[in-house]
């Protein structure tokens, strides 16, 4: 693919991907930030149960780097629909919050329960409200699609 740069000083593809294309590319992502929210609750569920007991904090490193990817991901996304275009508030903004909490617990002076309840209070609800945007991000692509093909 070659690229060009745009009037504002942006690298651009030269050709891009077709209107349709892109659109089925946004609908798998969007299918796979499903199903990576779930996987992330059952393994922050696997952090917090092995926090709980004799566990080590292996299952956090992995769910917080897998959670890292989905975020990018999401990122990305919006930036395909442009500024304003889906509103994921309930998922983004509870996540956020999970992690703030989450890094205060872990200087906490017992920091081992300080974490747990966060995983259990913050992190695991904002995982679950998933379900409130994906289909808000499914109704942005679509639009998007639309006005594509009109």
Known sequence: MTHDVNAQG?????????AAALTQRLVHATRD????SLALQERFGLAADD??????????ATALGELELVLELLT??????????????????GVTTALARLEVSMSDASPRPAVVAAIRSA????LAQWPVV??????AI???????TA
């Open 142 to 148: 679509s639009s998007r699609a639309d006005r594509s």
């Open 33 to 36: 930030l499903g199903e990576a």
């Open 134 to 139: 994906e289909p808000r991000l499914a109704r």
């Open 10 to 18: 942006l690298v651009v593809a030269a050709n891009p991907i077709g």
């Open 123 to 126: 992190m695991l609800p904002a």
């Open 51 to 60: 926090l709980s007991g004799d566990g080590g904090p292996e299952q956090l």
């Open 76 to 93: 990305r996304i919006e930036l395909v629909l442009g500024p304003g275009e889906v509103d994921l508030a309930p998922f983004t903004h």
